[in-house]
């Protein structure tokens, strides 16, 4: 319990914000709350610029809104034409609507462009105790530096561009406490990948969830992103994790950014922001990094992830009847027999970019295991940059060069790519991948296609051995 | 903007539990910029399938979905609602549901209904024995009846009363524009801007 605003008892970081964003609280229970950043994609949005037309209202803060082009985009080279026409002409309702309205777009090509919830962080947009919504549940990704980060259809797009504002009912908050170290080898998709497993795709539900630990502290930026990004698998709101020391680090070398005594104004305002000792959450679970390993998922769903040692489970494994239906379709769909090792799955295809691990880091860890190595014959290894800034940097640090040499296929633009599978990149019918992305719903690469969840350096691993396996076994 | 107070109709047994939006409707159906249109494009690739419950004569005409937990989990595609509008379906009773995709339903006038997983069987035993067994879904007294048979459903107030009013939600929040505008007064200078 807390009664808003500092009141009697302790509040949690998520309470926080939001009780600082609330315009008007109605007694139905909904809070009026106010959003400080509004990201567009082309997919989501033209039926909402259609409402706004049709009711002839305009979109009230053209200056916290921003639109970027992502999911359609090719990424075999920048001039390359749409060539779908119904994809192509969601990108010219985007960059039409964009004008109509004054919102500002980073189209393909310019150097600010990439996956939505790549360039606001980087843009230095994404700030703590700021409320950002996205037509796009990865959202959450933006929880990583402390801030109210959530997904929204198409119709509370519309809301929001007329009214500046959500009308919405305040989850629960639950805490998820990672303890100890990861061990070397050892990333924060693992350890995403592993709390899913352990909570499942609906364990988040109706909460917000706080990330909190020695383990999470030791995350760079790039690794708690991953960590929120994958939140709203385990069915969560949102995620956060309060804004420290790596916080401000990675801020202050953002554009954009205040400086002088109004830096230290924010820098005051953001470290307040943090749940209270005696903060309550309605759940919580608490995790030990210091076991934990690659993993690696076998199913249908993000939560049927196991261990990279272990073994494709049977059905009988789970006691739960609606698991273990749900474990025997997933397993006719993904073409494995329980008992096999997962390292003994072959693949044909590897994917390393989306919002989840598209970010230099994760092309840092990939080029680690590639330097020196080669892509094993008959696997096609793509590489997507998830910004065009990620694209430019990988560049100058050599890594481009890295990938060239391994025989990767590293993209020219910046997207979704086959994480999506809107744009020409996707999987055949039957084609196995490991992949970075963040669901291995059946087929989401592509009809037919099978996906294996998996972090950058497992996925760079498994594109040398031609099966899933980690660098250690190289 | 979109009401429902009740409905009556015959149901399909969907006996999966998270159905996923992926599954709702595949990713290459959204490239297209319009709310409708989208009838042909529910459940397509399972659909392929001609054992697939949507491709039983039976079940023709059914406007109630019921289904099993963890529905429209995923991607925040409001194409999912759209194309089960577009199908015919005013309503999908589940145990539980993705967060996204039950306020975009809410959002669009098609009522997520929330029955415990031991009523959701009694359903699909009902409608498979007898396809065209009408099933009632009332907002107003919240229940679902079938066969005699009641089961008490709960949605929060506001939800509730938006839905059997039809309000506008955009127009209900613009009477509040002074308020909007008296918060935006006292945002900090620092906040970031996009222009
Ligand atoms: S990379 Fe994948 S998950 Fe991320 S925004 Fe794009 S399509 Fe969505």
Redesign the pocket.
Known sequence: MNFDDGGFMGSTLAQKIWNQHVVHRSAGGDDLLYIDLHLLHEVNTPQAFDGLRAAGRRVRRPDLTLGTE??NTPTVAIERVIRDPGSRRQSELMRSNCAEFGIPLHRLGDPRQG???VIGPELGLTRPGMTIVCC?S?TTTQGAFGALAFGIGTSQVEHVLATQTLALHRPDDMAVTINGRLPEGVSAKDLILAVIARIGTSGGQGHIIEYRGEAVSALSMEGRMTLCNMTVEAGSRAGVVAPDDTTLDYLSRRPGMPSGPQWDEEVAHWTALRSDPDAVFHKGIVLDADGLSPYVSWGTNPGQSIPLDARVPSPDDFTDPQQRSDAARALEYIGLRPGTPMRDVPVDAVFIG???N?RIEDLRAAADVLRGRRVADGVHLIIVPGSAAVRARAEEEGLAEVFARAGADFRAAAG?SM??ALNEDRLRPGQRAAST???NFEGRQGKGSRTHIVSPAVAAATSVAGRLAAPSDL | MYQFTVHTGSAVPLRRSNVDTDQIIPVRFLNRSQRTGHADSLFADWRDDPAFVLNQPQYQGATILVAGTEFGTGSSREYAVWALLDYGFRAVIAPRYGDIFRENALQNGLLPVELPTGAVEQLWDRVEARPDIPVTVDLQRLSVRCAGHSHPFALEEHARQRLLAGEDRIAQTLRHAERIAAFERGRRAALPVTT
Do not use: Y
């Open positions: 992502d999911h996956i939505v919830h796009d990865h989306s919002c989840t598209g979704c994480c999506a992305n963040n669901r």
